[in-house]
């Protein structure tokens, strides 16, 4: 009797602190979209499309705030058949729709998609691909202003979640950087090149090693309150804007000339002796045209170059087919390896008449036993 006594009261305590509108705010965890839609007047939506979002920026939902814990778990009830069905389907590696989610700032609110949320935080997943729509906060605080330069920048350039900034006017000049980039990449090549091309060229050869000399100098000890981008910002202003020589940390000077195209050369000339994991192979395929009964020598030539990794004679409107892998120095673009590689050694062959280049987006490959 004396037990069952303690249990009832212990019960009793322990619902009270569960309980208790305090607990329960612990408990539930997520926020609600409409609540901060409102703090933020965030009211101008905005369509930008689908990308992998970080499931630890999920945050909220637009209608079922209430439903889950801070963990995307359901809070009470059994949990339904479509999220069993869900999770069974993840296990299996089924690919299933894109979520909707709405963003304020850098946060993301369900809209469709609850359970599927739900379900591979449980898995552990760190990304989930979703649908996205922006709702621009219209507050005019130091804060949305630098946001909404941040959200133009993305958009443009396709750089989502990877350059933060913390002052007005920096992401306005980091998109004329690109801007600039673009041009002198269109006269090297004589075509065309997409912003998203351009931008992603930018990130890779001139503002990621720019950045690693940045960490490796230890500069941000001295600038505890700005980010890496920010001195970035900083020091490609005055380096390539302003033409100022500054004393920005050990060895840093000499690593970055008065130009940003000069800088992005200095660096190529490296060959990334000393940042060997930006060194990795590229692969391309070569049309080749030949002068008749030039094939055999021609091949021959070719096989002997060490980056031909296959030679095929076939029919049709090409004579020779060249599947290539060159060495990606760590700062220069595919195309451009792939097109030196291509003026310099294929076309001098003599009898070689035409070529044709062609750089794969994606590839899937299949190991021989």
Excluded: C
């Excluded at 909707?100 to 369900?110: P, T």
């Excluded at 469709?112 to 605080?141: C, F, M, Q």
């Excluded at 396709?158 to 980091?174: A, C, H, M, N, S």
């Excluded at 002198?184 to 992603?200: D, F, I, N, R, Y």
Aim: charged share 30%; net charge positive.
């Amino acid at each position: 009797m004396a037990i069952t006594s303690l249990k009832s009261t212990v019960t009793r305590m322990l619902s009270k602190i569960f309980h208790s509108p305090k607990n329960r705010r612990k408990v539930q965890g997520i926020k609600s979209f409409k609540e901060n839609q409102k703090v933020e007047e965030a009211v101008d939506p905005k369509d930008i499309g689908y990308r992998e979002i970080p499931l630890n920026k999920i945050v909220g939902s637009v209608g079922r705030y209430r439903d889950f814990d801070g963990r995307f778990r359901l809070l009470k009830g059994r949990p339904p058949e479509r999220l069993q069905r869900i999770k069974e389907a993840m296990r299996q590696g089924i690919n299933l729709p894109a979520v909707e989610l709405y963003r304020i700032k850098d946060e993301y609110y369900v809209l469709d998609g609850n359970h599927r949320v739900s379900a591979a935080k449980e898995a552990g997943w760190s990304t989930i691909r979703a649908h996205i729509i922006d709702y621009l906060p219209s507050k005019e605080t130091l804060e949305n202003i630098i946001y909404r330069e941040k959200a133009d920048f993305e958009n443009k350039t396709g750089l989502f979640d990877v350059i933060e900034l913390t002052e007005v006017g920096q992401y306005p000049y980091l998109s004329k950087q690109i801007s600039e980039h673009k041009l002198s990449l269109e006269k090297v090549s004589g075509a065309e090149v997409s912003q998203a091309s351009a931008a992603k060229d930018w990130y890779d050869t001139i503002y990621r090693p720019l950045i690693s000399i940045i960490q490796r100098s230890r500069l941000q000890k001295a600038f505890p309150n700005r980010t890496e981008a920010d001195l970035y910002a900083y020091i490609s202003f005055h380096q390539w804007q302003k033409g100022r020589k500054r004393k920005y940390g050990i060895g840093l000077d000499k690593f970055v000339p008065k130009s940003m195209q000069k800088f992005r050369a200095k660096m190529a000339e490296r060959q990334g002796l000393e940042f060997q994991e930006m060194k990795r192979m590229t692969t391309a395929f070569l049309l080749i045209n030949v002068e008749t009964r030039r094939e055999d020598r021609i091949m021959e030539k070719l096989f002997a170059y060490e980056q031909v990794r296959e030679v095929h004679t076939v029919p049709g409107e090409f004579d020779i087919i060249v599947k290539l892998a060159v060495e990606r120095d760590w700062l220069s673009s595919d195309s451009e390896v792939i097109g030196q590689f291509v003026q310099n050694y294929i076309r001098s062959i003599p009898g070689v008449t035409k070529t044709q280049t062609i750089i794969p987006i994606s590839s899937m490959h299949k190991n021989n036993h």
